[in-house]
């Protein structure tokens, strides 16, 4: 066959190519329409998702930050045998994959673990403890830098002033206040944007223990876009919002202390 018969089927080929192009643009375009939609009438569903991430999220942040800071203030601090040993733990567990987390808190939780008894296996408690197990060494070991650097700084006028341990933990911390932020962001961070452990753990069940994560990957696989396009701007804008309150904070402290 000559080559400029192929001509047309060149054309043929190019056009349905435009068509698929067409028709894949068209329906991105609807899928972020109906999204913008489910958001503008305030979807129960949307709405139900998002107030059960947040539960978890936000006590697991709190419970974390409650251990973590005073976990990283002790070892920017203290001095004592292992030391080293115990950071090089605690940064390791900051990369600790989610679903091997997910898996311990699974056996611990379950009807054979040891505490099954409490029933808390696909349920927002056990999704509570799992994130707190993900953010707690986050924490702690950004903030094991921060204060350990501020010690440094301190620890003469601390150790002159004889302040019992505690007492300089609690200084050390609130002389920090601000830039400690940045640690608890970022367990913010870790929590809310979980998927392996609260799968496991939560089971993704409908009503019940569904977050924004699970079901952005549940609803994605199933087709259904829109949906996972809606939570998944919700979850953005959370961690949009959260980025500019810690850097506005942080202006207002440079502003006023310099």
Partial sequence: MPLSSHG??????????????????????????????????????????????????LTALILGTLVGLPLGAWLATEEFAGKKVAIVILNSLMGVPTVIVGVLVYLVLSR??????WGWLFTVKGMIVA??????????????QILE?????????????RLPPLARLKWLIWDCR???????????ARAISEVGAVMIVGGNIDHSTRTMT??????????????????????????LLANLFTFAVRQIVERRYG
Wanted: no cysteine.
């Fill in 178 to 188: 601000f830039s400690l932020t940045i640690a608890v962001l970022a367990g913010l």
């Fill in 149 to 161: 650097d501020s010690w440094h700084i301190h620890r003469d006028s601390f150790l002159s002033l």
């Fill in 112 to 117: 054979s673990g040891p505490f099954g008894e």
């Fill in 8 to 57: 047309p089927l060149i054309a043929l080929l190019e056009s349905l190519i435009l068509i698929d192009e067409s028709n894949d643009l068209a329906a991105m375009y609807t899928a972020f329409v109906d999204a913008f939609s489910l958001l503008a009438q305030l979807d129960s569903t949307i709405i139900r998702i998002v107030l059960t991430s947040l539960q978890v999220s």
């Fill in 131 to 144: 994130q707190t197990l993900l953010t707690t060494p986050l924490i702690a070991a950004l903030s094991r």
């Fill in 214 to 239: 699970t079901a952005i990957a549940l609803e994605t696989s199933k087709g259904d876009l829109p949906l996972a396009l809606a939570l998944g701007i919700i979850l953005l804008t959370i961690v």
